[in-house]
């Protein structure tokens, strides 16, 4: 059919096609709008908790579905500490158009992916900045954490104990009860911090011994701290005496400060794992001063009921030096210094294996008292201590002319003594060490099974061998360490141990050839 229109206008003629067409999309439209749910509000209206989280595709976090539907451009993701990043800026030209390179200019917004941590997470996190190396566990070795909770128990005795030391050396020196007069109070308390500084300066001088010996000299400096705190409490006893006590003692602590600072580094380093040596250091130290400060409080606590003063000092000693063992045991070293190279030698001999790093540290010896110190085995005497008897030394002088080192036993002294010659190396050394400790175990098995016949025969004399069975001792320990001195640097090295013979302190003296 033809529709004209009535007015003067020229006329449009529409098909009947065409008038299907537009009924049919009519009808659509309608239909559409019939069914379509009410409009949602914009992002502004809707709380911030009900707006929808869209999963990110690249690190797996939660971004508001605000930031997809506004003029805002992702530019960069990132990652801190475990949390993740994305950085918005502002798109000039409107949303989601990717190729544009119009943005505004200090629009920069930042975006956590993650759900805010709660108080206490924020407080954790807090403490654990000051009191971890960044990146733990990741970062340090396995035995970090005991000797940190045995350090941190071991301040914590130490601070509650240093209440009760000030509080007696004050009450002795007269200043709460109004004994002295403030001029002589000062004079005796700088005599007694100068009489420590003197005695810091002269124990400085051992300062190779902390090297090879610094678990060792770590436990007995702790030692010598609660011997000087002993000290400072007897002049409560003896106030008259109070300059001498308090000069004593601040020396003995002042030795173990310098004991305590020497050994901190190489304790720390066996920590490290990579270049972050003085992030373990701080922390350490930081846990140390935390440690004392509640040791300091709980001290306060204690001295306000009255306790007795020994028994409180008793006790405080005991867990400090308790913790103090426990603490000093829990380092693991990979060196082999004189203690722990006997720890290897041995398990080697009596076992055929080399202990591992864990192992060979528990079972070292680190409680040495001086009189027994690198004893029954000496490296490197002096000629008049290995030897009375002169003709010992020329029996033999064959056995060993092979080598750069002379093994022998005096049995007056009961010690095993290795002396090196001029010409002995690194190697010589340490071969020389193990030698005596084969020369040991060789001594020791014969003394004992001659020490079993005597005992059946109702002989109790002691058993000192005769020239013959030494010098058949030394000959039987010549041939062992030659088939065995190889397999066992082999399998030092397997456990990981570093072998180096400036860490067992051999002796000075070097035998030297004749002069013709």
């Not at 709380?47 to 797996?60: C, K, V």
Request: with cysteine; proline share 6%; aromatic share 8%.
């Amino acid at each position: 059919m033809k529709l004209k229109n009535p007015s003067n206008s020229p006329s449009q003629t529409l098909t009947s096609s065409d008038t299907r067409l537009l009924v049919r999309e009519t009808l659509r439209i309608s239909a559409n709008l019939a069914s379509a749910p009410p409009p949602s509000p914009s992002p502004a209206a809707v709380a911030p908790h009900d707006r929808p989280l869209l999963q990110d595709s690249s690190f797996g976090g939660l971004v508001d579905d605000q930031f997809l539907n506004s003029s805002l451009r992702l530019i960069c993701c990132e990652e801190i500490d475990g949390r993740r990043w994305q950085y918005f800026a502002d798109d000039n030209t409107g949303p989601r158009n990717v190729a544009t390179k119009k943005l505004k200019k200090n629009s920069i917004r930042a975006v956590c992916l993650q759900t805010p941590l709660s108080p206490a997470d924020e407080l954790l996190t807090f403490i654990r900045s000051y009191v971890v190396p960044e990146g733990f566990p990741d970062s340090v070795m396995p035995s970090y954490v005991p000797y940190m909770t045995w350090r941190a128990i071991k301040h914590i005795f130490g601070g509650a104990m240093g209440v009760f030391t000030t509080q007696t050396l004050l009450s002795s020196l007269g200043v709460s009860r109004n004994r002295s007069a403030p001029g002589a109070v000062a004079i005796n308390w700088i005599l007694k911090d100068g009489a420590g500084r003197v005695g810091k300066m002269l124990f400085a001088r051992q300062g190779k011994k902390f090297d090879y010996d610094l678990k060792q000299l770590r436990y007995a400096g702790d030692l010598l701290m609660e011997l000087g705190a002993g000290v400072e409490l007897a002049t409560a006893a003896v106030p008259h005496l109070f300059l001498p006590l308090a000069c004593a003692a601040n020396v003995a602590k002042n030795v173990a400060a310098v004991t305590s600072t020497s050994t901190r580094t190489p304790i720390y380093k066996a920590f490290a794992k990579g270049e972050n040596i003085g992030d373990v250091t701080a922390k350490g130290e930081c846990v140390g001063n935390i440690a004392d400060l509640l040791g300091t409080g709980l001290g306060i606590m204690i001295s306000k009921r009255n306790p007795s003063l020994f028994i409180s000092f008793g006790l405080l000693s005991c867990g400090y030096i308790l913790s103090s063992y426990k603490e000093v045991k829990s380092v693991v070293l990979h060196t082999l210094n004189r203690a722990r190279f006997t720890v290897a030698a041995e398990s080697f001999l009596k076992t055929g294996r080399v202990p591992s790093l864990q192992e060979g540290n528990l079972m070292e010896n680190i409680f040495i008292p001086p009189w027994k110190q690198h004893r029954p085995i000496v490296l490197g005497p002096r000629f008049k201590d290995a030897f009375q008897d002169p003709v010992s030394y020329i029996a033999l002088e064959p056995i060993f002319e092979k080598e750069r080192y002379i093994v022998t036993y005096n049995p007056s002294k009961g010690n095993i003594y290795a002396l090196f010659k001029d010409q002995a190396k690194s190697d010589d050394i340490l071969k020389a060490a193990f030698h005596a400790h084969v020369l040991l175990h060789i001594v020791q098995s014969s003394n004992q099974s001659q020490q079993s016949l005597r005992k059946q025969d109702d002989d109790l004399s002691p058993v000192s061998p005769s020239i013959g069975d030494l010098q058949s001792h030394i000959a039987e320990s010549y041939k062992l360490v030659s088939a065995l001195y190889g397999p066992f640097k082999t399998k030092v090295k397997e456990q990981g141990w570093v072998m180096s013979e400036s860490l067992l302190h051999p002796g000075r003296a070097r035998l030297c050839e004749l002069a013709i």
